[in-house]
């Protein structure tokens, strides 16, 4: 590994320049799931924001005594604890919400982002720079997520949060809603961002 | 050996204080899901009985005594009947079956004098948001308050779900949601069956 | 009983297609499909995976529920998964080196896979029985071998012949040819119901 990595610097990595997304292409079952409603995507994204975060915490305070053997199997069980209590919280305050999500919930375990930061920066640095990481990697998503989403729901809903926002003549594309518009929506985000050249973040070999 | 017993030592370790963090914060919470479990039940009776309007925002201990004070069950579980105390020829059934995605759990009401429909609420589906989950919609369940179910076609049906945009309701028609064609369908067989079995419970042919 | 397995198995292949419909199992999707050769491999071990960690969760739920400890689901399902996997992988080393060379990196991989995980999480669901399961998890995992293999096999024939613009070179054209494959998909509807 580089020279360690300061959790600022960290942090601001995985919102551009290494956004899990659009770089590393990691976490996109659910970004093409969750997306056709904005409240959504936004409930899913504060849960894996939640779980990245502390999940890397927990897993860099315990980097110096977990076995190198069960290294992965601890991270999952650290990961799942932190779902479930995500999944409880949305049942008990957000149940409408919780129900539309359903499997999705669950599915951040296996989430690659998740995995991804555990195994590759806080399984080797300090708490504070793994929970940035881990913190700034779920925004990173999130905002990713949103982004598709506000195109998903006005154009696929004519809504956004729920509130009807185009116009009565407007006829809903029903593309966007099903499992298609998510594959051509997350294309077409990955094209734009980089068809930036070298500006483009990340701008490695695919 | 050692180290291989350190090993299961230390995944047990893990998986008794993580477990048991788990085990916490559902204790603490078990209450209020278990309560929002029942609030969506009663709040399905409620709705397809039409005494709450579908974007009433009441709370769930308001709901509650709405429910207790205008609502009597009779018989359990899935052949549970809710009668509207005040008018009891209005009486509601669970609506449970297969839908297209899993297993649907819904309410549905009728007026027995006027046959009928009072309204319909779901309580538990796993159709896909954005499509079939649209029956949630008040789009979608508001074709059913004051459509009739007077009339039997040859092959026992009653409620008829047509293309979308299409449907005549004197004929007992409902629209089909867009993009949802099989979701609607099999809500179609879920309601005539619950329909059928309820008509006969309650005596009419 | 037959009918209703055969309808599970028809559905997880094409109109309940687990990646083209229910989008799991993208990220090793994407990455290992432009070989042929690893997607059969990889594909391979995800209905052999499937298959049997279904089952084995049913039977688990059902021991869970006896203890009233349903919400503890995901965190046994993944160590089920995990552990499973662990096994695979050991009892392949000792049986057969050439196997587990060509399969070696897969398996741990397959431990993330959404997919596993998914099959195990829907099964709960829709409330099938360890019988169910089974089929249910061969067909999911057939189904996502069937995708990713179709995949593999544009993606090899893209690489010869299409210029592609070098900002979709990889993951953006794979997504691109899969929201195709999902379209297509979608006209198998009406083939099956689920369960």
Same mark, same amino acid.
């Given at each position: 590994?580089?020279?360690?990595?300061?959790?600022?610097?960290?942090?601001?990595?995985?919102?551009?320049?290494? /956004?899990?997304?659009?770089?590393?292409?990691?976490?996109?079952? *659910?970004?093409?799931?969750?997306?056709?409603?904005?409240?959504?995507?936004?409930?899913?994204?504060?849960?894996?924001?939640?779980? #990245?975060?502390?999940?890397?915490?927990?897993?860099?305070?315990?980097?110096?005594?977990?076995?190198?053997?069960?290294?992965?199997? #601890?991270?999952?069980?650290?990961?799942?604890?932190?779902?479930?209590?995500?999944?409880?919280?949305?049942?008990?305050?957000?149940?409408?919400?919780?129900?539309?999500?359903?499997?999705?919930?669950?599915?951040?375990?296996?989430?690659?982002? &998740?995995?991804?930061?555990?195994?590759?920066?806080?399984?080797? /640095?300090?708490?504070?720079? *793994?929970?940035?990481?881990?913190?700034?990697?779920? &925004?990173?998503?999130?905002?990713?997520?949103?982004?598709?989403?506000?195109?998903?729901?006005?154009?696929?809903?004519?809504?956004?949060? /729920?509130?009807? &926002?185009?116009?009565?003549?407007?006829?809903?594309?029903?593309?966007?809603?099903?499992?298609?518009?998510?594959?051509?929506?997350?294309? #077409?985000?990955?094209?734009?961002?980089? *068809?930036?050249?070298?500006?483009?973040?990340?701008?490695?070999? *695919? | 050996?050692?180290?291989?017993?350190?090993?299961?030592?230390?995944?047990?370790?893990?998986?008794?204080?993580?477990?048991?963090?788990?085990?916490?914060?559902?204790?603490?919470?078990?209450?209020?899901?278990?309560?929002?479990?029942?609030?969506?039940?009663?709040?399905?009776?409620?709705?397809?009985?039409?005494?709450?309007?579908?974007?009433?925002?009441?709370?769930?201990?308001?709901?509650?005594?709405?429910?207790?004070?205008?609502?009597?069950?009779?018989?359990?579980?899935?052949?549970?009947?809710?009668?509207?105390?005040?008018?009891?020829?209005?009486?509601?059934?669970?609506?449970?079956?297969?839908?297209?995605?899993?297993?649907?759990?819904?309410?549905?009401?009728?007026?027995?004098?006027?046959?009928?429909?009072?309204?319909?609420?779901?309580?538990?589906?796993?159709?896909?948001?954005?499509?079939?989950?649209?029956?949630?919609?008040?789009?979608?369940?508001?074709?059913?308050?004051?459509?009739?179910?007077?009339?039997?076609?040859?092959?026992?049906?009653?409620?008829?779900?047509?293309?979308?945009?299409?449907?005549?309701?004197?004929?007992?028609?409902?629209?089909?949601?867009?993009?949802?064609?099989?979701?609607?369908?099999?809500?179609?067989?879920?309601?005539?069956?619950?329909?059928?079995?309820?008509?006969?419970?309650?005596?009419?042919? | 009983?037959?009918?209703?397995?055969?309808?599970?198995?028809?559905?997880?292949?094409?109109?309940?297609?687990?990646?083209?419909?229910?989008?799991?199992?993208?990220?090793?999707?994407?990455?290992?499909?432009?070989?042929?050769?690893?997607?059969?491999?990889?594909?391979?071990?995800?209905?052999?995976?499937?298959?049997?960690?279904?089952?084995?969760?049913?039977?688990?739920?059902?021991?869970?529920?006896?203890?009233?400890?349903?919400?503890?689901?995901?965190?046994?399902? !993944?160590?089920?998964?995990?552990?499973?996997?662990? =096994?695979?992988?050991?009892?392949?080393?000792?049986?057969?080196?050439?196997?587990?060379?060509?399969?070696?990196?897969?398996?741990?991989?397959?431990?993330?896979?959404?997919?596993?995980?998914?099959?195990?999480?829907?099964?709960?669901?829709?409330?099938?029985? =360890?019988?169910?399961?089974?089929?249910?998890? =061969?067909?999911?995992?057939?189904?996502?071998?069937?995708?990713?293999?179709?995949?593999?096999?544009?993606?090899?024939?893209?690489?010869?012949?299409?210029? =592609?613009?070098?900002?979709?070179?990889?993951?953006?054209?794979?997504? !691109?040819?899969?929201?195709?494959?999902?379209?297509?998909?979608?006209?198998?509807?009406?083939?099956?119901?689920?369960?």
């Amino acid at each position: 590994m580089s020279a360690p990595m300061t959790g600022r610097k960290a942090f601001l990595q995985m919102l551009w320049s290494d /956004n899990p997304v659009f770089c590393q292409i990691l976490g996109i079952c *659910s970004a093409l799931a969750v997306t056709n409603r904005v409240v959504n995507t936004l409930v899913m994204g504060l849960g894996l924001i939640f779980a #990245t975060a502390l999940g890397t915490l927990t897993v860099s305070l315990l980097r110096d005594i977990t076995p190198r053997r069960v290294r992965m199997m #601890t991270q999952i069980l650290i990961i799942a604890a932190y779902v479930i209590i995500v999944k409880l919280f949305l049942d008990a305050f957000l149940p409408d919400i919780s129900k539309q999500l359903g499997a999705y919930v669950g599915l951040i375990i296996t989430n690659c982002i &998740i995995m991804g930061r555990c195994e590759a920066f806080a399984a080797q /640095n300090k708490p504070w720079p *793994s929970f940035l990481d881990g913190a700034g990697a779920g &925004i990173g998503y999130t905002l990713v997520l949103l982004v598709i989403a506000l195109v998903r729901e006005p154009l696929g809903m004519g809504t956004l949060c /729920n509130v009807p &926002i185009m116009p009565a003549w407007w006829t809903p594309w029903n593309l966007m809603i099903i499992a298609p518009g998510g594959f051509f929506m997350l294309a #077409t985000l990955v094209w734009i961002i980089r *068809s930036r050249g070298a500006a483009a973040p990340g701008a490695r070999a *695919s | 050996m050692r180290e291989r017993l350190h090993v299961i030592g230390f995944m047990l370790v893990m998986t008794i204080v993580f477990g048991g963090m788990v085990a916490t914060v559902n204790a603490f919470l078990k209450e209020r899901i278990e309560r929002n479990r029942k609030v969506a039940s009663y709040r399905a009776i409620l709705e397809a009985f039409g005494t709450l309007k579908v974007d009433d925002e009441r709370g769930a201990i308001e709901i509650v005594e709405l429910y207790e004070k205008s609502v009597r069950q009779e018989g359990v579980d899935t052949d549970a009947l809710f009668v509207l105390s005040s008018e009891p020829r209005k009486q509601a059934f669970y609506l449970v079956g297969d839908a297209y995605w899993g297993p649907l759990k819904g309410v549905m009401a009728v007026d027995l004098d006027t046959k009928k429909v009072l309204g319909i609420a779901f309580i538990d589906h796993t159709e896909t948001p954005g499509l079939g989950a649209r029956i949630d919609e008040p789009e979608f369940r508001n074709q059913f308050p004051g459509l009739s179910y007077a009339k039997k076609k040859t092959d026992g049906e009653r409620l008829t779900f047509v293309a979308s945009g299409t449907a005549n309701s004197d004929e007992q028609q409902v629209d089909m949601i867009t993009g949802a064609t099989e979701t609607s369908r099999a809500l179609a067989k879920i309601i005539q069956r619950n329909l059928t079995a309820f008509l006969e419970k309650a005596g009419v042919e | 009983m037959l009918a209703h397995w055969l309808v599970i198995l028809i559905a997880s292949l094409t109109t309940e297609n687990i990646l083209l419909s229910r989008y799991l199992g993208m990220c090793s999707f994407l990455a290992v499909s432009n070989s042929l050769k690893s997607s059969i491999g990889l594909g391979m071990a995800v209905v052999f995976v499937l298959a049997f960690t279904c089952p084995l969760n049913a039977l688990v739920f059902q021991l869970l529920e006896f203890y009233h400890l349903e919400y503890l689901q995901y965190i046994a399902f !993944i160590l089920v998964i995990a552990a499973f996997v662990q =096994v695979v992988e050991m009892v392949v080393e000792r049986v057969s080196m050439t196997l587990y060379l060509s399969l070696g990196i897969f398996l741990p991989l397959i431990t993330v896979n959404c997919a596993i995980l998914g099959g195990s999480l829907f099964m709960v669901i829709r409330k099938y029985s =360890v019988l169910d399961s089974f089929v249910f998890g =061969v067909g999911s995992g057939l189904g996502w071998l069937l995708a990713i293999v179709l995949m593999a096999g544009i993606r090899e024939r893209m690489k010869k012949r299409s210029a =592609v613009v070098p900002a979709l070179e990889g993951p953006g054209i794979a997504l !691109i040819v899969a929201g195709i494959m999902a379209m297509a998909f979608i006209g198998f509807q009406g083939l099956a119901r689920a369960g």
